[in-house]
């Protein structure tokens, strides 16, 4: 727990520890993209690759005590709330070294001492949930707010309606964040949701809201600050729509040909990782050699985390039945 929470806390103040982060995220997909088309990994993936300063962002201006719900695209939210590559990778191999004893899988990802609440199979299913974390959170006064990702297609699911009215109309301590990356499951977005800015729909519940760059890592930081601090001042819910892209298809082996030519090479260009690593050389917070440095620590890490898992147990049949409650 406290290594957890050492990671979480690294992030705040410390933009170097966020572009350390989201290297360790970036580098974890690509190896799950390459475990699991090399049969390691058995199930699905739904990896993130581009949508790390979301991740990231959000995990460096909130704390720890917060409540995170996230969807099944949530590989990245887990490791930048500071849940260790063995407890994800873990749960992702279906190791007993995993975050809920590998019993869960790559979509139920769960760290509660980091504030991360389940992350969800079912699209729009977190949102409700950090609806009522966030009514015990003003129930309790203690301060805390809840914290809902979610991605594009959740905005036309009853449940993204049905959370944003309650939390108005309660002024419940939550903050929305959608992750727009422009597809649903293996469809783009103007084929199914005729607004372009998911954001206009928090109005129609008085809920503020603030379009942000996904790409830009100190962008999103400040975004979710603001909001986060008006839900944490007792004013009631905030809406942050991130534009964000994901690089790869919807999960395993989609190829995503179905995307226009051209797209993914327009947003290669805006990678979040490398604009920040530019912003930091520019303002001399960083040299070359020392992001050279943070790349190579992430992949010895990696390494032995990938090492750990593969020499770790799988869970005991029995160990099932412990969390059954009837
Ligand atoms: C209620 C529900 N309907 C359909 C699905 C199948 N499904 C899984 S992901 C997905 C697309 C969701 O897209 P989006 O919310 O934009 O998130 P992204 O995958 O882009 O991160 C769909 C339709 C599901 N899991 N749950
Ligand atoms: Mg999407």
Redesign the pocket.
Known sequence: VTDRLKRREALYGDRVARLERMLEIRALEDRVQQLFSEGEIHGTT?L?QG?EAVAVGLAAATLPEDWVTC???GHGVALALGETLEAVLGEIMGRSCGSVGGLGGSMHLCSPEVGLLPTF?????GMPVAVGAALSCQMLRDNQIAVSV??????N?GAFHESLNLASIWKLPVVFVC???????Y?R?DRTTPVEDIAIRAHSYAIPSEIVDGQDLDAVVDAIRRASDHARSGHGPFFVEAKTY?YGG??RADKATYRPEGELDLWLKRDPIQIFEDNLIQERELSRDHAAALMSDVSVRLDEAVNFVRHSPEPEPREMFRHVYA
């Open positions: 739904h993130c949508q969807t099944y695209r199979a079912i699209v729009g299913a979610f991605g594009d297609g959740a905005a699911i992750e727009n990356n422009l597809y649903g499951e469809t977005i994901r919807h999960s």
